[in-house]
């Protein structure tokens, strides 16, 4: 047979993994220059945009015929007619027919294993505009099937079918496609399975809605529960005979939340600070770590043993007044209150001190306190005679804008944002019936402002003033009622102070400076 007698046939042509693999039908064949032509190609399943696509010899991997134009199909009956009826039949018996150029017609196992479509050539020779005017000529009433594969062509995956418009032309790059069917009794079971579940009328569907409340009202729980508790104490839920209730509500294991625990046990206490002259009243963190209290005997020589080591009065004075104006920065509002946009609404403190180390503690705190914007109002009567620690704090103050009153007249009438309480002294108890002392305490009972007290006496002496917070330094006093909310600050004791002076401690602070403290 001569080259040209291949014209019109459907072949696929591989061109390797670079230019990948066409299908179309012969439109040239040139011996000479070692070229082949394809009309109406495709490229990887997807129609090309030029009408012809010329290959040349040494560009083709693999080339194989897909489908036989008539005229050879005519001359192949008449030389090789077994082997023409098996081919066409689809038999497994099949030879390859000798051509000029060697091209072999691939085995039905061979076109199986390289995936191409169809149980025989003629069903999978079609070309894609063929099933495109089968996909157009199907009945109105035709309807496939959702849930069904796209067909695939030469081992190329084909899209499903598009919707086309009034000329026939598709809407996508794919054309429709229609997915063969197969003959035999197994296609005949895989349609009635087919109708059964897909091909009910949509008319016969319900239009109303099922009731779930109404048929859950029908169901009585109590009543089947009453029935199952009277059977089972009759012994008939049990194979041996032996009853099996379900127990009286009383009875019955009680049931937990998702947040409760079901070990029933005791809270853990943490103790890891020990004194050995306990004051009488224990506290807690908020991590659960307990905190005795110490007497005020205790609490001075602590602070003894500290100064000897090195931790003068200043440092000391200069560590509270941080930790305390840190406590009452947040207490004002921290930085919701005191930020640069927030000028017109500058927090007022009042100041209460006296001429002892507690009013320089004081003082130092409002220093700290005017350095961050708040205006400061220094309350300190005047004396003849003060200790240095408060005569150096004073001077420090007075460098700021803070103002300094020894009147208690000069003191606001409004109300301000916070009050902080140095007035007391733990030695001095006469200080209480001095005239500026008792104005000072009536000022704040009436001004209505919430009270800061640092380092507050013990529960034993009676304060004049009722705090709402009390701030305790290095370990707390056993503080009464009036002292309000117990906190604790770090002012810089060593632990080797603490074990000289007999005491195991352990910083309950972490990461903070200030913590507060829960009674027991």
Not at 398 to 413: A, M
Not at 497 to 520: A, D, N, Q, W
Request: glycine letters at 8%; charged letters at 25%; hydrophobic letters at 30%.
């Amino acid at each position: 047979m001569m080259a040209g007698d291949w014209l019109g046939s459907i072949v696929s042509i591989n061109c390797g993994d670079t230019l990948g693999v066409y299908q179309g039908r012969v439109s040239a064949v040139d011996q000479l220059n070692q070229t082949i032509s394809l009309t109406r190609p495709f490229h990887n399943g997807v129609k090309c945009l030029v009408p012809e696509v010329t290959f040349r010899a040494g560009d083709i991997v693999e080339l194989k015929i897909l489908e036989i134009s008539t005229d050879i199909r005519q001359q192949t009956n008449n030389q090789f007619p077994e082997n023409t009826t098996d081919y066409i039949n689809g038999t497994a018996k099949q030879r390859p027919i000798e051509t000029s150029n060697s091209q072999n017609i691939p085995r039905r196992s061979d076109a199986r294993s390289n995936d191409s479509v169809g149980t025989s050539p003629q069903m999978c020779s079609k070309s894609y505009v063929d099933r495109h005017a089968e996909g157009l000529n199907q009945p109105k009433n035709f309807r496939r099937r959702h849930n069904s594969s796209p067909p695939k062509y030469h081992g190329h995956s084909v899209g499903r079918n598009q919707e086309t418009d009034s000329a026939g032309s598709s809407s996508s790059r794919f054309p429709n496609q229609v997915t063969p069917k197969k003959s035999g009794p197994k296609n005949g079971q895989l349609k009635a399975r087919d109708d059964e579940c897909f091909g009910d009328d949509l008319e016969e569907i319900p239009d109303t809605d099922f009731d779930f409340e109404g048929n859950l009202a029908l169901f009585d729980k109590a009543a089947v529960f009453e029935e199952i508790d009277t059977y089972e104490r009759k012994g008939g839920g049990s194979a041996g005979g032996g009853s099996k209730s379900r127990g009286t509500p009383s009875e019955r294991p009680p049931t937990y939340r998702h947040d409760e625990n079901i070990l029933e046990s005791e809270p853990i206490v943490y103790r890891r600070i020990l004194v050995p002259q306990p004051g009488g009243k224990e506290y807690c963190t908020d991590s659960g770590l307990v905190v005795p209290s110490i007497s005020y005997a205790l609490h001075k020589k602590l602070l003894s043993v500290a100064e000897k080591h090195g931790l003068s009065v200043e440092k000391r004075l200069e560590m509270s007044g941080v930790c305390a104006s840190q406590m009452a920065l947040t207490l004002l509002g921290g930085p919701n209150r005191l930020n640069p946009k927030n000028v017109h609404q500058r927090p007022t403190v009042a100041l209460l001190c006296g001429p002892h180390i507690k009013g320089a503690q004081g003082i130092s705190c409002g220093r700290h306190l005017a350095n961050h914007d708040v205006d400061i109002i220094l309350f300190l009567p005047n004396f003849v005679k003060m200790l240095e620690p408060v005569t150096n704090e004073l001077n420090l103050f007075c460098r700021t804008e803070g103002k300094q009153v020894s009147n208690v007249k000069d003191l606001p009438d409004c109300p301000v944002d916070l009050v902080i309480n140095c007035l007391d002294c733990h030695e001095n108890a006469f200080l209480r019936d001095q005239p500026w002392y008792r104005a000072a305490v009536d000022w704040a009972n009436q001004n209505r402002a919430p009270v800061l007290s640092i380092d507050p006496p013990v529960a034993d002496q009676e304060q004049g003033i009722h705090a709402k917070w009390s701030l305790e330094l290095g370990l707390p006093l056993a503080l009464g009622e009036q002292a309000g909310r117990v906190y604790l600050c770090d002012i810089g004791i060593p632990q080797k102070v603490f074990r000289e002076v007999g005491i195991t401690y352990h910083s309950p602070f972490g990461c903070k400076f200030v913590i507060p403290l829960h009674s027991m």
